[in-house]
């Protein structure tokens, strides 16, 4: 479908298009809905990535997302889709300024903001309906999941409602 096409579906249209086989191309989504995704080398190690309105190099929405070229692919693909999240969900407030997230995903939002950017991510990397499939299909293990979804075992975990002792 052409660009011009996809920014005419809604937000949550735009993501489902993309969840049909795992591992969720989280960078696809991201330029669906306007955003430029970067790698930067030069975040601090304690920043795993940060949204910020960017009107030379960004997306058609005049955003960008960085994410710490340092960090794992794994926490890479949590933190665009954390950032993504942001977008859709604070948009607001991005338009005073940008939004950096540390390590532990904490960016000056409130917790409740940041634990919806955090739910909102798992929904986009590990839709439920997708996990229900493959386990039906007989992938039980956490490891196997995480692995397929191209996902810490820890957000699997939680993902799947799994105490973590």
Do not use: C
Not at 1 to 10: F, N, S, Y
Not at 65 to 90: C, M, P, S, W, Y
């Amino acid at each position: 479908m052409p660009a011009i096409q996809e920014r005419q579906l809604t937000p949550g249209q735009i993501i489902a298009k993309h969840q049909s086989s795992a591992p969720i191309d989280v960078v696809a989504i991201a330029n669906a809905l306007g955003l430029r995704v970067w790698e930067m080398g030069s975040l601090p190690p304690t920043m795993s990535g940060k949204i910020f309105r960017d009107p030379v190099n960004g997306g058609p929405s005049g955003y960008s997302i960085a994410v710490n070229a340092q960090e794992g692919d794994v926490r890479k693909r949590f933190t665009i889709a954390h950032e993504i999240a942001h977008f859709l969900l604070h948009r607001s407030q991005l338009e005073s300024r940008d939004l950096s997230d540390d390590t532990m995903y904490r960016s000056g939002l409130t917790s409740a903001e940041e634990s919806q950017a955090n739910n909102l991510a798992a929904q986009i990397l590990m839709p439920m309906a997708l996990i229900q499939e493959l386990i039906n299909r007989g992938m039980k293990d956490v490891e196997a999941l995480a692995a397929k979804f191209q996902v810490s075992k820890t957000a699997m975990t939680i993902r799947l409602g799994i105490p973590i002792p």
